[in-house]
């Protein structure tokens, strides 16, 4: 059974630094873009970051570009999110997801579905 299992939010100040984790198991990421997303209440979902496993190319929102670096560890199926620089507005429920999109642009820019996605990590950054 596929699981995307996040961990490693919580509390920050702003400037301050959080890393987020991202474990799957019950199927291999090789051929799978896999990023973070957020989607506060009564908004569209946002495209934090993402990657391309098999090749590394990588997607990164405006609002995140210089401050967030999406990384990945194919042998441990793992995948991170390392958010420096951290402002007030990054605030959310940040979910790992994943999708067998050629494009990680496509993927994590627009509002493709999801293969899997997990429960989400709660992200507070006070000011």
């Known amino acids: 059974q596929p699981h995307l299992v996040e961990s490693g939010g919580g509390s920050a100040q702003s400037g301050g630094s959080l890393r987020l984790s991202c474990a799957a198991s019950?199927?291999?990421?090789?051929?799978?873009?896999i990023g973070w997303f957020r989607q506060a209440p009564g908004k569209e979902r946002e495209g934090v970051s993402c990657?391309?496993?098999?090749?590394?190319?990588?997607y990164y929102a405006d609002s995140v570009k210089g401050r967030f670096t999406i990384s990945k560890d194919d042998a441990k199926n793992m995948v991170y999110l390392q958010m420096n620089s951290l402002k007030p507005e990054d605030t959310d429920r940040y979910y790992c997801?994943?999708?067998?999109?050629?494009?990680?642009?496509?993927?994590?820019?627009?509002?493709?579905?999801?293969?899997?996605r997990g429960q989400g990590t709660q992200v507070t950054v006070a000011s």
């Open positions: 019950g199927f291999t990421l090789e051929h799978f873009a």
């Open positions: 997801a994943a999708a067998t999109y050629a494009s990680v642009t496509y993927y994590c820019g627009g509002t493709s579905p999801h293969d899997y």
């Open positions: 990657i391309r496993v098999d090749d590394g190319s990588t």
